[in-house]
């Protein structure tokens, strides 16, 4: 006689046996939207391990629990991201497991992706058109190539005007390096998407604080084809918001001040050194490992690698100076010291930090990383030039550590 209370285990494992041997993506997926157990068909399409998979939920995305258990089998289309930021259009069918009234009953999910392109071309169209914020479609050059009502009508102008412009012409002035910085990390292949905020200017002159969201489109052989931008429109929030501020001066991925914050205290720096003496350091840090990793891995696994660098860099430095991510593999420090003994020892304990095996994602990586150093006492120092002599030490040092 079998056990009941035993039943829903020995269900999921025979579950589990038919998955595996499925060329078909699959997920077994608890009521509360937690993966059980996906079989290798959809690793492969979400482009994530299974770990990633059963923290993230995102295999378990779609009809709620209780629809399933009204309707029965459920099916949705939808827009599935995968790890390295690439999105495929599948169809998601989701059915019930077990009884109902079993608290232990699964739910069975499969993808089926669209092979169609013109229906999958037809449903992107769709939720351009009626996105409630601003939506458009850029070529590598910044030249708009497509427009939803929403944008044109955030920006006043009408759809014709705003296609024979580029991104820069709506940009107002003193965001544009920002935002042609974003564009550069992106176009690198460091990351697929930015996050950042700027003001783009309405036609009639006036500035509009947006929260632009940019990502890469890539083409048939993989490389960037064109971007996908989405705003939303801050307004008043700006001026009183302060997780709003904090996003504006910090990189969103590591947490660490981004390159605007990280230039205002470098120029603090120098102004104080007329007063307190000692030695300004600047060191510039570039992760020799993360194309590979993101190459390998994916941007995921990437990803978790550059938040590593960045716990590794603040506990170097502690309270006595800023850390920075100043673009996609490069970070930069920058720190008060006694004299330059103190910058180089800074150095030293800084690059033995960023020499460790690390495990991200449950992949162990090698992280290295070359570590460059400019130092200043002067307090007329031009900021740049102390960059760039940070720069040119830390290639030196890339391209040959050991005479370094």
């Not at 998955?19 to 608890?30: E, F, H, I, R």
């Not at 996906?38 to 709620?64: D, I, K």
């Not at 940070?390 to 040092?397: P, Q, V």
Request: proline share 5%.
């Amino acid at each position: 006689m079998t056990d009941r209370t035993s039943a829903p285990a020995n269900v999921a494992l025979l579950w589990r046996a038919v998955l595996d041997q499925s060329l078909t993506p699959m997920a077994l997926v608890t009521p509360m939207g937690r993966c059980v157990h996906v079989n290798r068909a959809c690793v492969q399409l979400f482009g994530s391990p299974p770990e990633t998979l059963a923290t993230s939920g995102e295999a378990g995305a779609g009809p709620p629990d209780e629809l399933v258990l009204r309707r029965g089998d459920t099916t949705v289309e939808r827009r599935l991201q995968r790890a390295d930021g690439s999105v495929r259009w599948v169809t998601q069918c989701v059915s019930l497991i077990g009884e109902p009234r079993c608290e232990r009953h699964l739910l069975l999910v499969q993808f089926h992706e669209i092979e169609d392109p013109f229906r999958a071309e037809q449903l992107w169209l769709r939720v351009f058109a009626n996105a409630p914020n601003g939506m458009g479609m850029m070529d590598l050059g910044g030249r708009w190539t497509a427009v939803n009502d929403a944008l044109c009508e955030l920006l006043g102008y009408s759809r014709d005007e705003m296609l024979s412009m580029r991104f820069c012409d709506v940009t107002y002035p003193a965001d544009l390096a920002a935002s042609n910085d974003a564009l550069a990390e992106l176009l690198s292949g460091w990351v697929s998407s930015a996050r950042l905020k700027k003001r783009y200017r309405h036609r009639d002159g006036h500035p509009i604080w947006v929260m632009v969201s940019c990502s890469v489109v890539p083409g048939p052989d993989g490389s960037p084809a064109s971007f996908v931008v989405q705003c939303e429109e801050l307004s008043e929030r700006c001026a009183v918001d302060p997780d709003l501020a904090h996003l504006a001066l910090h990189d969103p991925l590591t947490g660490l001040a981004n390159r605007a914050l990280f230039t205002d205290r470098l120029e603090q720096g120098l102004a104080q050194l007329a007063r307190d003496g000692g030695v300004l350091a600047v060191l510039v840090a570039d992760v020799d490992c993360l194309k590979p990793v993101n190459d390998g891995y994916g941007h995921a696994v990437g990803d978790q690698l550059l938040i590593a660098v960045a716990d590794q860099l603040l506990t170097s430095v502690g309270t006595s100076g800023t850390v920075a991510r100043i673009g996609g593999d490069e970070f930069a420090v920058v720190s008060h010291v006694p004299g330059v003994a103190a910058a180089e020892r800074l150095r030293e304990r800084i690059t033995r930090r960023l020499d460790v095996d690390r495990v991200a994602a449950g992949h162990r990586l090698r992280l290295r990383a070359s570590v460059g150093l400019a130092t200043a006492a002067d307090p007329c120092t031009c900021p740049k030039e102390l960059m760039h002599r940070a720069d040119r030490d830390m290639y030196r040092r890339k391209r040959s550590p050991r005479g370094a």
